[in-house]
């Protein structure tokens, strides 16, 4: 039989209907399947899970909380456990703790159940051994992925340069991912020179929509079903976000082959090498001399920056797949 590893989610929110999910979608349709059986299940389901499945591995991807404290001792109590954190980071305790004494020791609380913690970034290594969350020798780095063979086939837009730049945002409508920053700066440039589609939904939907109000340059275009059909349409893509453990969204535009600019947080900063902008996040007034920047960039060398992110997403799927199945190998 087949070891079983056992995903806990937490509960209905963003891990059901975000990059996590379709991750582990994407986990059960790889390679990976034929070595291990994996089963999905929110975190609140745990006790009835594991009495039936009695999983050889158990991997929480919940943001730990000091409610979700006993939860985890449980799960610590009943098997071998590993937290894949993708929730926290240096960009997440600026902009939201109050206390970072209370949150560092709720965190140490917490990782110190974990027989593993799996980051998604160096960065997020790096934060939690300067604080001195869990030990060095507990930790797996392993850059967050997921299957992204479609964005490789996304046809080029080669940019005339009569016409507008058209730049890409999609996402959550939250105050992480920055997109208010992102229109003060799009305002600050002439409707002649760039064009912003946005594409995503949530919760700021009507500030963001009362923010562009009476710019014809800002354009949101709702849900996107087909995320490499709308990046084909896009000169570049931008990525404000304030804080980002990871960022798939800089993933998939790598993989299509689209210069990026991108906040120089977290997980970020580390994606973009010699093929896009980073900007200090929650500055507007620096994102609008970067989007100029790359206005003022001849066509071939938007081209030249696209295909060396390109080039620099083609393994991220399958070091992702190898570096999960060297870990589970060693946990059983």
């Not at 304030?242 to 993933?251: I, S």
Request: glycine share 8%; charged share 20%.
């Amino acid at each position: 039989m087949k070891p079983k590893i056992c995903h806990f989610l937490g509960g209905q929110g963003m891990g059901w209907t975000g990059g996590i999910k379709a991750t582990l979608k994407s986990l059960e349709m790889s390679w990976l399947a034929e070595k291990f059986e994996f089963i999905t299940a929110p975190l609140s389901a745990a006790d009835s899970v594991i009495s039936q499945q009695q999983p050889d591995v158990m991997i929480v991807h919940a943001a730990s909380s000091w409610r979700g404290l006993m939860p985890l001792w449980k799960l610590h109590r009943r098997g071998k456990l590993i937290i894949n954190e993708h929730h926290y980071c240096a960009g997440f305790e600026a902009f939201n703790v109050p206390s970072a004494t209370r949150f560092h020791t709720m965190l140490k609380l917490a990782y110190g159940m974990g027989d593993r913690i799996v980051t998604v970034s160096q960065a997020q290594r790096h934060w939690m051994l300067k604080n001195k969350l869990t030990t060095a020798a507990k930790i797996s780095v392993i850059p967050f992925s997921r299957s992204i063979y479609p964005f490789f086939n996304t046809p080029a837009k080669p940019r005339l340069s009569h016409q507008p730049l058209v730049l890409g945002a999609y996402g959550r409508f939250s105050l992480q991912k920055g997109f208010d920053v992102l229109i003060h700066a799009v305002k600050q440039l002439s409707p002649d020179q760039v064009e912003l589609q946005i594409g995503g939904g949530g919760n700021d939907e009507s500030k963001l929509k009362q923010l562009a109000a009476g710019c014809p340059h800002i354009k949101f275009v709702g849900r996107i079903d087909d995320v490499p059909g709308f990046l084909s349409q896009c000169d570049a893509v931008v990525i404000p976000s304030r804080w980002e453990p990871w960022g798939n969204v800089c993933l998939e535009a790598r993989a299509a082959g689209k210069p990026i600019i991108a906040s120089a947080v977290d997980g970020l900063s580390e994606q973009i090498q010699d093929f896009g902008l980073l900007i200090p996040p929650d500055n507007s007034v620096a994102l609008a001399k970067a989007i100029q920047q790359l206005i003022d960039l001849p066509a071939v060398e938007l081209e030249r920056q696209g295909q060396q992110g390109k080039a620099s997403a083609i393994n991220s799927w399958q070091n992702y797949l190898t570096n999960w199945e060297r870990l589970l190998e060693e946990m059983i």
